[in-house]
């Protein structure tokens, strides 16, 4: 298959025009999402479900966090993510497999007909995981494009997958809140350096390989501005798998908790890596097809 995004593959950093759709269907009256949100989602690469979920089904999801939080022995060790200073769990990846109320999450009706009519086809779960950004310690997310790290390193092909972010707590303008460029998502930005075996191992503690250089956040944020998505528990994020996107670290008293859920198109499956010797393991990036309806 032809490579339409290489990436670290060159000294210097490349934009290259995104050659993909972002919305794949056409409105109609049994659309999941408003004329408005589609424009939204299309124009700037994210839209913002206030409500979503009810307090009754976040307290649920919240316990649930909490339950898998305090009992780590009860999941697969390699899915458990630490901060490099004070390991302090950073992530639980693949939760959607190791908790039967994640799983539900996953499969939630709304979400997956929300993402069916976005990437215009059946969908499955190419990631899962809970974030943890705990208060005072809770560390940075440095910018990234998903799509970039899931091509080269995963093989996804096309840009044809999202990320739902469930929020579990407030993510308010002080604790950390997910940041995005809007209209980031039509650019592709090239990165530099090569990929090194087994990248994942540092990676999921903090990205060297696969974050944009300086230069390119600069003009993207002269151009477009930066966007703090913040919200109540409940609210859902919904944003393209090419948007530049980060969170600052949480120096507040105040937890920031978020569910996250990366639906891919059947049609996108992963392929052997781009730009990778060797694919990323199962609990990052799935290859078996499980798909996100009960």
């Known amino acids: 298959m032809p490579d339409l995004y290489p990436s670290r593959c060159d000294e210097v950093p490349r934009v290259i025009e995104r050659s993909d759709p972002v919305v794949y269907s056409s409105l109609t009256s049994s659309a999941p999402l408003t004329a408005g949100q589609i424009h939204q989602y299309s124009q700037d690469g994210y839209v913002v479900l206030r409500g979503l979920f009810s307090p009754s089904a976040i307290k649920g999801l ?151 250089d300086q230069d390119s956040i600069a003009q993207l944020a002269a151009q477009n501005g930066i966007a703090a998505l913040t919200g109540n528990a409940g609210d859902v994020i919904i944003f393209d798998c090419n948007a530049m996107h980060g969170s600052n670290s949480n120096i507040t008293p105040f937890p920031r908790a978020n569910a996250f859920i990366v639906y891919n198109a059947i049609s996108n499956r992963l392929q052997s890596p781009f730009g990778a010797q060797t694919p990323r393991p199962e609990f990052i990036a799935t290859r078996e097809l499980v798909y996100a309806v009960n």
């Open 62 to 212: 919240r316990a649930e966090a909490v339950k898998l939080l305090d009992n780590p022995a009860s999941l697969d060790k390699e899915t458990l993510v630490t901060e490099s200073g004070s390991g302090r769990v950073r992530s639980i990846f693949m939760v959607h497999r190791q908790s039967a109320a994640m799983a539900r999450l996953a499969g939630n009706e709304w979400l997956t007909s929300i993402a069916r009519f976005l990437l215009a086809d059946d969908v499955y779960v190419h990631q899962s995981r809970l974030n943890y950004k705990p208060g005072f310690v809770g560390k940075e997310f440095y910018w990234h494009s998903d799509f970039e790290t899931w091509h080269v390193e995963d093989g996804m092909p096309r840009m044809r997958a999202l990320s739902m972010s469930i929020l579990l707590e407030p993510n308010t303008p002080f604790n950390g809140p997910l940041m995005i460029i809007p209209g980031s998502h039509r650019s592709f930005i090239t990165c530099v350096g090569r990929t090194p075996e087994n990248h994942y191992l540092t990676s999921l503690k903090k990205q060297e390989y696969g974050t944009p």
